[in-house]
């Protein structure tokens, strides 16, 4: 005991040994020395530990507790944490809509989306009809709910985590929904439906299906459809919509549920729910009676085919068909400069796009002679891509927060496409959009033989990657632009795979062709006078030879070095360098500090007299 009161002894004697030393150091004559370490002391409090400090005071930096729904939530959906820092996908509550589309049919998924068909180049025509299935706990319940888009797969994932008012016992059921709709079936929208309820107690879920909404030329029966398990009672609706100056014939048809669900204890319930849509092109007034019973049947025979596979083939069947578009793709480094077009939004654009654009390379109902007609299309990209860059076309990247502003962006996308040489692309589907689309983001253009890279060498202040160009049927290039150490960029090109020789020359083609292979060859960047493209890919040595005496060029030379304030900008977001403007300002503030120090130093040094020294009196000196 006597221990422990000496040790306090001590303890308070060196505290109040610490007080008399800085009360005497703070006595008489304060030094200027003195006065400008407490203010460096002071503005460094400030700025970097006063705000961590007030954030511990107030209990700001403790972890919020999470709740048995959040965390069933978090396990749930951790499986698309690479999907996410990918940026091959994206979340709700962000500035994107979680959407599904195979140029067929699309929608947004929440419970009150309605169905959309093609008008012109977007699905933009509503059909009065809400297709997707929501659960939810009867009775009074709490719910954690989180939806993630896949953009590798084509697929909206919705978990819910379901539990009873103050769940404190870690019983939680999920529900993990799966919606996509079908790329080799087009007339099918597939929900996949997942109940697991761990806990000890059977619940019972209610089901709920909007359907029509507001329909008012809708007539609805039932059909039975043979499923796998035998004939399931199918509702079929039939009705007509608007589009333009024509009427358009839509048929839906759609499993009939019961209005609740039973998952007994430590049991998992699955329901496979399909949606066929069929529907006409626009009609007159005088045709919409007769198409009523074709598009009916259209619907069911959906249904049927893609009941007739299993679901798991189903599921890849789909995604076998979104991996194989995104075999060719675009990369670029990240930019921190404002109003810079990044990977997560380019990504999401270019998801959005390919959703409201069919496969018809891949349909079932695409007949040898009709995918030979479509081969031809995506082999012929003369002339592709003719415009600007589209990474420079700011009507391009207007912003993707709602379902009409995504069919803007769409719609002005293929137009652009189109109008700029690539509609033969376009017109063999979604594998000959994203062809186009990454010719035309780096400013890439197939021409007279050859393909040409046309970009501004002021412009490559940012890493390109363009991967698996098509050059014909069975050769892809690969091209990259790398910014290097002393600020200039190059150009790396390699062929994936080949059926002859390729040669590449750089601006100019003044030198000899340089054969291409598996090994990425380097070229240098040229800047022309006039200016003319950078690089040149070509299978005809002769042709490539040829160019240099069809390329009028004044001048050519190595482009100049990059500015490196302007490198800063995209790799920091700051003109200063890499780092935090409030260093900066610290710095600045510490610097002016002591240059009036300085020179209140000197000024009382020479200028003075002995009566002006400046001088803090102690409060005993007016006793």
């Known amino acids: 005991i006597h221990f422990y009161k000496s040790l306090n002894g001590l303890i308070m004697n060196d505290i109040v040994e610490v007080g008399r030393r800085l009360k005497r150091s703070l006595d008489g004559y304060i030094t200027y020395r003195k006065a400008g370490a407490i203010m460096v002391v002071v503005v460094v409090f400030f700025l970097y530990l006063g705000p961590g400090a007030v954030r511990w005071i107030l209990g700001r930096d403790q972890r919020p507790q999470v709740s048995p729904l959040q965390q069933c939530l978090r396990d749930k959906l951790g499986r698309f944490q690479g999907v996410l820092d990918s940026m091959n996908g994206h979340s709700d509550g962000g500035k994107l809509i979680s959407y599904v589309g195979n140029g067929y049919i699309g929608l947004t998924v929440t419970p009150n989306s309605q169905i959309n068909i093609k008008s012109k180049r977007t699905l933009s025509v509503p059909v009065q009809y809400k297709p997707l299935v929501h659960l939810s706990l009867e009775g009074e319940g709490e719910e954690e709910?989180?939806?993630?888009?896949?953009?590798?797969?084509?697929?909206?994932?919705?978990?819910?985590?379901?539990?009873?008012?103050?769940?404190?016992?870690?019983?939680?059921?999920?529900?993990?929904?799966?919606?996509?709709?079908?790329?080799t079936v087009p007339g099918v929208l597939v929900q996949d439906i997942k109940i697991h309820n761990p806990g000890a107690r059977t619940v019972q879920l209610a089901v709920e299906k909007l359907g029509i909404a507001q329909w008012e030329t809708a007539k609805s029966f039932t059909r039975v459809i043979e499923h796998g398990e035998g004939g399931?009672?199918?509702?079929?609706?039939?009705?007509?919509?608007?589009?333009?100056?024509?009427?358009?014939?839509?048929?839906?048809?759609?499993?009939?549920?019961?209005?609740?669900?039973?998952?007994?204890?430590?049991?998992t319930h699955s329901l496979h729910l399909l949606t066929g849509v069929a529907y006409s092109e626009g009609l007159e007034e005088d045709q919409v009676d007769g198409s009523r019973g074709a598009m009916e049947k259209e619907a069911v025979a959906a249904v049927s085919a893609a009941a007739a596979m299993t679901w798991q083939k189903l599921l890849d069947s789909h995604t076998d068909v979104w991996k194989k578009l995104w075999t060719s793709g675009f990369g670029i480094s990240h930019s921190y400069a404002e109003g810079a077009i990044n990977g997560d939004r380019i990504n999401a654009t270019m998801y959005y796009v390919l959703s409201q654009t069919p496969t018809p390379l891949h349909s079932a109902h695409t007949t040898t002679s009709m995918k030979s007609e479509l081969q031809g299309y995506l082999s012929y990209t003369e002339g592709c891509y003719s415009g600007i860059r589209t990474l420079q076309a700011s009507n391009l990247w207007t912003p993707l927060t709602s379902l009409n502003k995504v069919d803007t962006v769409v719609s002005y996308w293929l137009l652009n496409l189109e109008k700029n040489g690539c509609h033969n692309l376009i017109k063999a589907g979604a594998d000959g959009v994203i062809q186009a689309m990454v010719l035309s983001l780096p400013?890439?253009?197939?021409s007279n033989h050859h393909l040409e890279l046309n970009v501004h060498p002021k412009e490559l202040h940012r890493d390109l990657t363009v991967r698996r160009v098509n050059y014909g049927n069975e050769t892809h290039v690969n091209i990259s632009l790398n910014v290097m150490e002393d600020n200039r960029a190059a150009i790396f090109v390699s062929l994936d795979k080949r059926n002859r020789d390729y040669y590449a020359c750089d601006a100019g083609c003044l030198d000899p062709?340089?054969?291409l292979g598996l090994t990425p060859q380097q070229f240098p960047v040229k800047l022309t006078e006039p200016v003319t493209s950078i690089l040149y890919v070509t299978a005809d040595h002769e042709h490539m030879n040829d160019l240099k005496h069809t390329i009028h060029v004044v001048e050519v030379g190595e482009a100049p070095a990059h500015e490196q304030h302007v490198l800063e900008l995209h790799r920091t977001g700051a003109r200063l360098g890499g780092l935090h403007p409030l260093f900066w300002f610290s710095i600045a503030t510490i610097i002016v500090i002591f240059h009036l120090f300085l020179f209140r130093l000197i000024y009382n040094e020479y200028c003075a007299g002995p009566n002006e020294k400046y001088r803090i009196r102690k409060y005993s000196d007016y006793g």
């Open 145 to 183: 709910v989180g939806q993630v888009t896949d953009y590798l797969t084509g697929v909206v994932t919705q978990v819910q985590c379901l539990g009873e008012q103050d769940t404190g016992g870690g019983e939680v059921v999920s529900v993990t929904t799966s919606v996509y709709s079908h790329r």
């Open 232 to 267: 399931i009672k199918y509702g079929v609706v039939t009705g007509v919509v608007e589009s333009g100056d024509k009427k358009v014939v839509v048929a839906v048809a759609s499993k009939r549920l019961s209005s609740s669900i039973e998952v007994k204890s430590r049991m």
């Open 443 to 446: 400013g890439l253009k197939f």
């Open 513 to 515: 062709p340089v054969k």
